[in-house]
Nanobody
Framework: QVQLVESGGGLVQAGGSLRLSCAAS????????MRWYRQAPGKERELVAG????????NYVRSVMGRFTISRDNAKNTVNLQMNSLKPEDTAVYYC???????WGQGTQVTVSS
């Protein structure tokens, strides 16, 4: 069955960096576009960034442009989110998503302290 497992979250000071990873299994990873979403307390889930099956980034939300980079490794079945210059407003649970079929991971918490 489709499984998505996020890792790499944690507590970091403003201005710091984190690298999130999502390990995918149960399907042919290289055939599917993937996305990262986030949900902050009391807010709706929002799309952060997407990436095509071949590795072209798409759909960066304006607030992370120039700071976050999405990438994938089809040989390792992972999709990554490099987050630099983190801000307190980036605090959220970050989720990995397979676009087709709408599969989700369990999420990883990112907390940015000021």
């Amino acid at each position: 069955q489709v499984q998505l497992v996020e890792s790499g979250g944690g507590l970091v000071q403003a201005g710091g960096s984190l690298r999130l990873s999502c390990a995918a299994s149960g399907f042919t990873f290289s055939n599917y576009a993937m996305r990262w979403y986030r949900q902050a307390p009391g807010k709706e889930r929002e799309l952060v960034a997407g990436i095509t099956s071949s590795g072209r980034p798409t759909n960066y939300v304006r607030s992370v442009m120039g700071r976050f980079t999405i990438s994938r490794d089809n040989a390792k079945n992972t999709v990554n989110l490099q987050m630099n210059s983190l801000k307190p407003e980036d605090t959220a649970v970050y989720y990995c998503n397979r676009v087709i079929g709408d599969f989700w991971g369990q999420g990883t918490q990112v907390t940015v302290s000021s």
